[in-house]
């Protein structure tokens, strides 16, 4: 499908959304067909379903897409991104897949039973799974039919192509042996014969094994399709986290309009507590603004004239008058979003065991089927006992315990994972797990705990900590400013606050006012100095120090005199240092990489144990730092909790997302740890290894069963009978397999709540 019109995109090069993929093999084909295009270099995510050209001057976009178009896929340029409520309406092709399961799981399953325990074959069950099967192979089957058609008509082969062809060979043969052989005599029994004897099939129906085989394929494509759907969630998320309204200043009356309609140039209010349209540079007011979203630093900007905001983060303070600089596509949550698409798009191609082996494994399945029709009809063997070898090959080869490999095993283990507060969100997702040597984390908000708390007073001589509280506390509960905040929550956890009256508010200096009597300053040391206030010695050396140690430090006076010195910091989380060590213990190195200043990032650090330490990075730094690390040969994990670690995140061979943190970060990672627990981080990594490990197993068995039995069923010495038994055998094998995840136990043995 085409668009009719082609939007400004950068010259030479263009993102197309694919669709009509059904496996990895799928995106290496329409890749290679792009890049047969002279000057085309293109690179297609299966996952994200989207292509990323890069063409020469000559090419144009339409010759791009009738290109993906004549492979058999459509291609369309990507809508802009929408609001979520939209999203929520777009199905995106999920409900007809889960109609197709349902219908399929609901019908398959007496008929799978009658074929495997004699004891439910009655008179006429034969034609009862006949009428059960059909709607399975036909309707919920169709899928899988489709591209195998497209496929042939386009000279390829995929796993669909075996799946098509070897439950439609099944079901014919079910149907000519009902309908020509004695398989629809009354009283007919499914009776199993493990001799190696030659039979001509014709009392033989296998409709359990095509209308199983659909519904076990078609388990794990939706829940393959369910984590695919999350892939764009990240964009959704931030396009949510700006102002939706904004309220513009035009001849000197304030109008409220859609934060759409801001233009560049307009000047806009942003009130205490509001967030900030978009970006822009202070026109009148002074304010602390929280930006921790966007740079990750845990203490409040001071902004007055002349300075810069960015949308979407948030006006702590008074009131401001912002001149819009940047709107829409230019600003830095818009930058950002395209920092998180180009690192999801960026990303290695993760493709499924099964489909890398499916482009040689699925053409010599069907050669060899052909093979063995061609051999027995050649030696006079009768029609029926060469389609009899031949079905044998297609069913034993279907790949049944194939479908079942990666789905059980992700079920159970995601399941398992869910129970310790580990959501692990696709199979793609393991396959990094294994080689990760290096973890990377945030640290307002993953090792620390992101908010600001009082830490330590150091008073005067002769005064006390209570009373110092009791007036800076009682002054900072009237201000809005974070830090002020912080101060009047220690404060009042320690003790009853005093009545303040007068209180101002000293713009960039801090905060004044009478509390039971006593003239209160609590600020700056340049506040306290207008009021001929100095520090005593002792004083200065303790906020020295305390911002040596990357503390907030705040002088408190009163009476004309300084009294004391109240520092304030983001608290470290009391698991961080044991989580560190339990990520050393797994081979990995960790790396604090933060937008806070060095000094803060270098203390924590030194608490919790992490040599290397990347400060002062900016969100786009952040995937420069990632890159770095994975060209110097590692391989990263990356856990955040922010905005301004989406893109790290996405960027990233493997993404944690701290649950306590925001949708945009959550989205973006490939796993998320909900408790909030750095823990949690290494259990999942172990959790995640282990089953890569028994989806591999899996896989390993699943192509064992079938390269071992395809020589038995060319040779005429295996059933159809047998073969589905055997390929129903290797089925149960797998899922026991998978079922062993459950016994998982996190390291020192916690259990989840």
């Keep these: ?51 990323r050209v890069e063409y020469p001057e000559g090419v144009t976009p339409e010759e791009l897409i009738a290109s993906v178009e004549k492979a058999g896929y459509t291609a369309e340029l990507p809508a802009p991104p929408v609001r979520q409520e939209e999203d929520v309406a777009r199905d995106d092709g999920l409900t007809p897949l889960r109609q197709r399961l349902i219908t399929s799981i609901v019908l398959s399953v007496p008929v799978i039973a009658m074929a495997m325990i004699p004891a439910l074959q009655f008179e006429y069950w034969q034609w009862l799974s006949l009428t059960l099967a059909s709607p399975v192979v036909v309707y919920a089957g169709w899928p899988f039919h489709k591209a195998a058609w497209t496929n042939l008509r386009h000279g390829a082969a995929t796993m669909d192509t075996l799946v098509s062809v070897g439950t439609l060979a099944a079901y014919g043969w079910s149907l000519w042996a009902l309908f020509f052989g004695d398989a629809g005599m009354p009283g007919m029994k499914h009776g199993f014969e493990f001799s190696m004897t030659r039979s001509d099939g014709s009392m033989n129906i296998y409709f359990e094994a095509a209308a199983g085989v659909i519904a076990f394929i078609l388990a794990g494509r939706y829940f393959e399709a369910r984590s695919k759907r999350r ?28 934060v759409e309609r801001l233009a560049a140039g307009d000047v806009f209010v942003v009130r205490p507590g509001e967030k900030i349209a978009t970006d822009g540079v202070v026109e009148e ?16 900007v001071e902004v007055g004239p002349g300075g810069t905001v960015a949308g979407a983060t948030v006006n702590a303070g008074g009131r401001l008058l912002v001149r819009a600089t940047r709107v829409g596509s230019d600003t830095q949550l818009a930058q950002m979003a395209r920092l998180v698409e180009e690192a999801q798009n960026g990303k290695a191609e993760v493709q499924r065991l099964a489909d890398r082996i499916s482009g040689i494994f699925v053409p010599v399945v069907i050669a060899l089927a052909v093979a063995t029709l061609g051999f027995w009809l050649g030696t006079g063997n009768g029609v029926a006992g060469a389609f009899t070898a031949a079905v044998a090959v297609l069913i034993i080869a279907c790949p049944c315990a194939l479908g079942l490999a990666t789905p059980t095993a992700l079920m159970v283990g995601t399941g398992r994972g869910a129970q310790l507060g580990i959501l692990i969100k696709g199979p793609e997702v393991l396959e990094s797990t294994r080689a990760i040597d290096t973890v990377v984390l945030d640290k307002t908000g ?15 001589e002769g005064v006390t900590a209570d009373e110092v509280l009791r007036l800076a506390g009682a002054l900072e509960n009237a201000s809005e400013h974070p830090i002020a905040r912080a101060i009047a929550r220690g404060a009042a956890a320690r003790g009853e606050l005093g009545a303040v009256e007068d209180f101002a508010n000293v713009e960039g200096l801090g ?3 009478m509390v039971d009597g006593h003239g209160v300053l609590v600020g700056r040391p340049q506040l306290l100095a207008e009021w001929s206030q100095r520090l005593t010695p002792d004083l200065e050396k303790a906020m020295r120090e305390a911002q040596e140690r990357g503390r907030t430090a705040v002088a408190v006076g009163w009476d004309g005199e300084a009294r004391a010195v109240l520092t304030v910091a983001d608290r470290i989380k009391p698991t961080s240092a044991e989580a560190i060590e339990r990520l050393r213990a797994l081979g990995l190195r960790p790396v604090l990489l933060t937008g806070d200043n060095t000094a803060v990032a270098e203390a924590v650090a030194e608490a919790v144990g992490i040599d290397e330490v990347i400060a002062e990075v900016l969100p786009q730094d952040k995937v420069d730092v990632v890159k770095r690390l994975q060209a110097e040969g590692r391989t990263v994990a990356m856990v955040g909790d922010g905005v301004n670690d989406a893109a790290a995140l996405a960027q990233a061979d493997l993404g944690l997302a701290m649950g306590t943190g925001t949708d945009v970060a959550i989205e973006a990672s490939d796993l998320t740890l909900v408790r909030g627990d750095l823990r949690a981080a290494a259990d999942a990594i172990r959790l995640s290894r282990r089953t890569l490990g028994t989806i591999k197993g899996n896989l390993f068995w699943a192509f064992a069963y079938n390269v071992a039995a395809l020589p038995l069923a060319a040779t005429g010495l295996l059933t159809p009978m047998i073969a589905g038994a055997a390929m129903a055998f290797s089925s149960v094998f797998v899922v026991s397999n998978s079922l062993r995840l459950r016994r998982f136990q996190p390291l020192g043995g916690e259990r989840a709540a």
């Design 285 to 300: 007011g002074s304010s602390a603004v929280d930006a921790s979203l966007l740079t990750g630093e845990s203490v409040p």
């Design 1 to 51: 499908m085409t668009t009719g019109a082609v939007p400004d995109a950068e010259p030479g090069r263009i993102e197309l959304a694919i669709g009509g993929m059904t496996c990895a093999s799928c995106a290496a084909r329409i890749e290679k067909r792009l890049n047969r295009i002279e000057g085309v270099t293109a690179t297609v995510n299966y996952a994200t379903e989207k292509a």
């Design 511 to 513: 905060v004044q006012g």
């Design 446 to 460: 993953t090792v620390t705990t992101g908010s600001m708390e009082l830490a330590d007073v150091i008073t005067a």
């Design 231 to 258: 892939a764009g969630a990240a964009l959704r998320a931030l396009m949510e986290l700006g102002a939706k309204e904004v309220s513009v200043v035009r001849d000197g009356r304030e109008e409220r309009v859609p």
